[in-house]
């Protein structure tokens, strides 16, 4: 089945500095990858969606100088944080899925610590 | 507006029962997928089953069911002869559009189900 790749699995970061996560499609191409960042018990709140080679298109209240995402490849896209701080730490998931009528498929996440 | 509501914050089943998980949408377009994905407190999001809405037949993989009552806009999930390793948060999502990988999916809010020995 279709898996997606994404590291580090968690990171603590000093406030003010930056960074980066990384997601990978293993087995597909993905043209279009989605970043969603989910709080303690609640849902999955949808960011951003990556597209390769263009702009990410972000949602509504998202900052995009904030919360920078780059797909460079059909496998790869990041998402970086810049200038951290504590209230950006989050659970953050990318996803993608291999074509029509595919269900997307989630890397394990991300768990951003900014102290 | 919310799109999708899971009216139930948490649900208990006791094991080897089976329990229903609700699910509402609001949509305009004719055209829609529903998913039901699961997360255990690993966080990892685990695809479980999905729902078109040209689909004639209800959706079904294992011990997972999807009772799709398209007039009424629901699509509840489910789950068959519960065992402890369900016991996770359940989202139910949905897609609107063409069904293309360009298409964003968005989620409910969640219902927690924990499942009793």
């Known amino acids: 089945g279709a898996v997606v790749s994404q590291h580090p699995s968690w990171v603590i970061c000093k406030s003010g500095t930056s960074v980066k996560i990384e997601c990978r499609s293993l087995d597909f191409q993905a043209t279009t990858m989605f970043w969603y960042r989910q709080f303690p018990k609640q849902s999955l709140m949808l960011m951003a969606t990556s597209n390769e080679g263009s702009k990410a298109t972000y949602e509504q209240g998202v900052e995009k100088d904030k919360f920078l995402i780059n797909h460079a490849s059909l496998t790869l896209s990041t998402l970086t944080v810049t200038s951290a701080h504590p209230e950006d730490s989050s659970f953050y998931i990318c996803s993608a899925g291999p074509g029509y009528n595919s269900p997307l498929h989630f890397g394990n996440g991300t768990r951003l610590t900014v102290t | 507006a919310q799109k999708i509501t899971q009216t139930q914050p948490g649900m208990f089943v006791q094991e080897k029962e089976a329990v229903t998980l609700d699910c509402t949408y609001d949509?305009?377009?004719?055209?829609?997928?529903l998913f039901w994905y699961k997360q255990p407190s690993s966080g990892e999001m685990i695809f479980l089953i999905y729902q078109g809405s040209y689909d004639q037949q209800n959706a079904t993989e294992g011990r997972y069911s999807l009772n799709f009552q398209k007039a009424r806009k629901s699509a509840n999930l489910v789950i068959s002869a519960s065992q402890l390793g369900d016991s996770a948060m359940y989202f139910c999502?949905?897609?609107?559009?063409?069904?293309?990988?360009?298409?964003?999916?968005?989620f409910g809010p969640g219902t927690s189900l924990s499942v009793i020995p």
């Open positions: 949509t305009s377009d004719p055209s829609y997928g």
């Open positions: 999502a949905m897609r609107e559009g063409r069904q293309t990988s360009y298409d964003k999916v968005i």
